[in-house]
C-alpha cells in the first residue's frame, strides 16, 4: 500500500514536472511581455534593463531551474497586468471556483447515479426514456449555450434567480470567501452549478447505466436473485457497488475537468472564479498568471488521480491482494 | 407413493421474438419425490437449465411461462406474485449456478454474503448467522471455516469456491436444490468431490434435488431417476439404471450408445446422425423424426405424448403407443 503511493507520488512529480516546462515554455513563446508592460514612449535601454531585471535574458536552464525553485514555495512572481503576486491573486479567486466546481460536480454525481440506476432498472418505462432523451440534450449542447438559456429562462423571463456575480459573499477563516451561507450567494450558485454540471451529469448517467445493466446480466447477480435476496438488495447492495469502479474513475476525471472547464461557466455568469481570471490574463498576455493556472490545473489533475486510485483500493477488495502479491 | 415434492404439469415456456414465438419448451411434465435426485440430461439447447429457471421464476425476459403447472409441495409456484416467489426462491428452493468463478459477488466477502442470505430468510441475529454460516462452510468441507469465511471470493479455488456455492444455495435450508450442471466448469478432479457434497448435505437435510447436467456419468452414480430433454420436449423419464441399460426412446438409446464404456470393444461409437432442430425448424410430429432409426408414417403427423411403461417408467414415442393408454395429465 505505502509503496504503491509513493509510487504514485513519483509519478505525480513527473507529470508535474512536464507541466512546468509547458508553462514555463509560455513565458517565451507567447509574445514579448515586456511589450505589454511598457508604454511606447519606453526607450530601448531602459527596455533591456527591464528585462535584466526581471531575469528575463538569463539562460533558459537557469530560467527554468529559477521557475521551479520559486514555483515550488507558491511563488509565481507577479502578475504583468494588476502587478500583484500571481499566488495571492489565484488564492483570492480559488474559493469561489472550487465552491462552484464542488457543487456542480456533487450535483453531477448524485443526480448522474441517481438517474443511471433508475433509467437501469425500469429499462423501457416512459420516464426512463424521458429522462434518456433528455440527457441527449445534455451531451449535445454546448455548455455556454446552456447558460444563455438558463439566464433567459430563470434570470430575464421569470426573474427567480441572478444571472450574474456570487451575491452577497462572507469570510470564513482568513481568505476563503464562501457564497454557501448567504441567501443570495446560494441563489447565485444554482445557475451556474447547473451549467456546469449538466454534461458530466448526463456522462455519468449513461455511464452508470450501461454499467448497470451489464451488471445485471452477470451471475452473481443471478445467483443472488436465485437466494431470495430482496430487489433493494440485490440492485442496491450488490449491483450498485459493482457499477461503482468505473464510475469512480470517470467521475474523478470529470471533477478536474468541472474544474478546468468552469473557464466558460465562469465567463458566462461573470463568476469571479480563476476560470475568468484566466482568460483575462490571456487576453493581456499576463504569462505568469496563465503558467500558474495551468500549473493548478495538472495539481488538481494529478492529486484527483491520486484519490481515485486509492478510492479502487476502497471499493474493490481484488486490487488489495493483487497488489499485496505483486510485492511479495 | 406419497405426494410429490414438486410437481411440473404440462410446462410451456415461450420466448415471443420478432419472427413469431418460439417454444423452448413443451409440455414438460415430471415430479420430483421427497428426497430424490432427479437428473435431467439433454443436449446444450435441449432446455435442461430453462426448465430449472422456470421452476425458481427466475426465467430471463422475454421468455415466460405460456402454459402448465409448478406445484411445491401441494402450493402452485408458477403464478405466485413476485415477492411471495422471492421468498421462495432460497428458502424452499437453492439453485446452484455453473460457474463458481463468476457465481459471487467479488466485492463481498464470504461472511457477508452468507449472512445476508441466512438473515433474509431467517429471523437470526447477526451473531447467530454468522455461527450458522462458519457451520455450512465447514460442511461443505472448507477447511478453518471460521477463518476463511472473512476472506473473499477471490481468495478460493474453482472447487472451493463451488463448495461456498453450494453452501449459500443451502444457507437457509430449502427442501429443492436446483443444481444447474454444478460441476462442468471445474476440474475433474474435484468434480466428484463436489457432486459428493452436494449429494450428502442435500441427504442429509432431506432436499431432494433436480440435478441438471449432460455428464452421463454424474447420473449414473448420483441421481435417483432420470430425465431426458430433446428439443424442450421431455423424451423419457424412469429410475436411472433402466434408463441407462435399456433406454425405449431411439433418442435415449441413441445417446447411451455414444457413451465409451471400459468393457465395450466396439471399433466405433455410435451417433446419432444430424443434429438438434433449432427451436424456429421443430418438425411437425416427433421432434426427434428426422434422425430416428425407427421412424415411421405417425411420427411425421403427431407429436408424442409421455406413454407410462412398467417400473414408472414414461416415454413419449410412438413406437410404444400399441395398446397402452395415455398417462392423464394434471
Not at chain 2, 463481498?108 to 451473531?127: F, G, N, P, W
Not at chain 2, 463436489?194 to 454424474?218: F, N, P, W, Y
Request: proline letters at 5%; aromatic letters at 8%; glycine letters at 8%.
Amino acid at each position: 500500500m505505502t509503496a504503491f503511493i509513493l509510487r504514485r507520488l513519483a509519478q505525480s512529480v513527473i507529470v508535474m514536472l512536464t507541466v512546468a516546462l509547458v508553462a514555463f515554455a509560455l513565458f517565451r513563446f507567447v509574445g514579448d511581455p515586456i511589450a505589454s508592460m511598457v508604454g511606447q514612449e519606453t526607450t530601448l535601454a531602459e527596455r533591456a534593463e527591464m528585462r535584466a531585471a526581471l531575469g528575463l535574458d538569463d539562460p533558459f536552464l537557469v530560467q527554468f531551474w529559477n521557475f521551479i525553485a520559486r514555483a515550488v514555495t507558491g511563488d509565481f512572481g507577479i502578475s504583468y497586468r494588476l502587478q500583484q503576486p500571481v499566488m495571492e491573486l489565484i488564492l483570492s479567486r480559488l474559493p469561489a471556483t472550487l465552491e462552484l466546481a464542488l457543487v456542480s460536480g456533487i450535483m453531477a454525481f448524485v443526480f448522474g447515479v441517481g438517474f443511471g440506476v433508475y433509467t437501469a432498472l425500469r429499462r423501457g418505462g416512459w420516464l426512463s426514456s424521458t429522462i434518456m432523451t433528455v440527457s441527449l440534450i445534455g451531451v449535445s449542447l454546448p455548455t455556454f449555450l446552456i447558460g444563455v438559456l438558463l439566464i433567459w429562462v430563470f434570470a430575464v423571463e421569470l426573474q427567480w434567480l441572478p444571472s450574474f456575480g456570487r451575491g452577497d459573499t462572507v469570510y470564513v477563516g482568513d481568505w476563503w470567501r464562501t457564497g454557501l451561507l448567504t441567501e443570495s450567494g446560494r441563489a447565485s450558485l444554482i445557475l451556474p452549478a447547473i451549467t456546469l454540471g449538466l454534461y458530466q451529469m448526463t456522462l455519468i448517467m449513461r455511464l452508470v447505466r450501461a454499467e448497470m445493466l451489464e451488471v445485471l446480466r452477470t451471475d452473481y447477480i443471478k445467483f443472488a436473485r436465485a437466494r431470495g435476496l430482496s430487489n433493494r438488495a440485490v440492485n442496491f447492495g450488490h449491483a450498485l457497488k459493482n457499477t461503482l469502479v468505473p464510475v469512480i474513475t470517470i467521475t474523478g476525471l470529470q471533477l478536474g475537468s468541472i474544474i478546468a472547464f468552469s473557464i466558460i461557466t465562469e465567463t458566462v455568469f461573470q463568476w469571479p472564479g480563476v476560470g475568468a481570471l484566466f482568460i483575462n490574463s490571456v487576453r493581456f498576455v499576463d504569462v505568469p498568471v496563465m503558467a500558474a493556472y495551468l500549473m493548478l490545473i495538472a495539481l488538481v489533475f494529478v492529486v484527483i488521480n491520486l484519490i481515485v486510485d486509492l478510492l479502487y483500493y476502497a471499493v474493490d477488495p481484488r486490487l488489495r491482494v493483487d497488489r499485496a502479491n505483486a510485492r511479495h | 407413493m406419497a405426494a410429490p415434492l414438486l410437481s411440473v404439469r404440462d410446462l410451456i415456456v415461450e420466448f415471443p421474438t420478432r419472427r413469431g414465438t418460439l417454444r423452448a419448451l413443451d409440455r414438460v411434465s415430471f415430479d420430483i419425490a421427497e428426497g430424490e435426485v432427479l437428473g435431467m440430461v439433454g443436449e446444450s439447447g435441449a432446455g435442461k437449465s430453462l426448465t430449472g429457471a422456470a421452476i425458481i421464476g427466475l426465467l430471463e425476459p422475454p421468455g415466460r411461462i405460456a402454459g402448465g403447472e409448478i406445484w411445491l409441495r401441494g402450493e402452485r409456484i408458477d403464478n405466485l406474485p413476485r415477492e411471495k416467489m422471492r421468498r421462495v426462491r432460497g428458502r424452499r428452493i437453492g439453485m446452484v449456478f455453473q460457474d463458481p468463478l463468476t457465481s459471487l459477488n467479488p466485492l463481498y466477502t464470504v461472511a457477508e454474503q452468507l449472512i445476508e442470505t441466512i438473515r433474509t430468510h431467517m429471523d437470526l441475529s447477526e451473531k447467530e448467522a454468522r455461527a450458522r454460516a462458519v457451520g455450512l462452510l465447514d460442511r461443505v468441507g472448507i477447511p478453518a471455516a471460521a477463518r476463511r469465511i472473512d476472506d473473499y471470493p477471490h481468495h478460493f479455488s474453482g472447487g472451493m469456491r463451488q463448495r461456498v456455492v453450494i453452501a449459500l444455495a443451502l444457507a437457509a435450508e430449502p427442501e429443492l436444490v436446483i443444481a444447474d450442471e454444478p460441476t462442468t466448469a471445474l476440474d475433474v478432479s474435484v468434480q466428484a468431490q463436489i457432486i459428493d457434497v452436494l449429494k450428502e448435505i442435500c441427504a442429509e437435510r432431506g432436499a431432494s434435488v433436480m440435478l441438471i447436467t449432460h455428464d452421463m456419468g454424474v447420473i449414473a452414480e448420483t441421481a435417483d431417476r432420470v430425465a431426458v430433454l430433446y428439443a424442450g420436449r421431455l423424451a423419457e423419464i424412469g429410475p436411472v439404471r433402466d434408463v441407462i441399460q435399456a433406454a425405449e426412446h431411439p433418442y435415449t438409446a441413441g445417446l447411451m450408445g455414444s457413451i465409451p464404456t471400459l468393457t465395450q470393444t466396439a471399433e466405433r461409437l455410435t451417433q446419432i446422425p444430424g443434429s438438434m432442430p433449432r427451436l424456429n425448424a421443430i418438425p411437425q410430429g416427433c421432434a426427434f423424426n428426422p434422425r430416428c432409426p425407427k421412424v415411421f408414417e405417425r411420427c411425421y403427423r403427431d407429436q408424442p405424448n409421455l406413454i407410462a411403461r412398467a417400473d414408472g417408467r414414461h416415454v413419449s414415442c410412438w413406437l410404444y403407443d400399441a395398446q397402452e393408454k395415455e398417462v392423464s395429465h394434471g
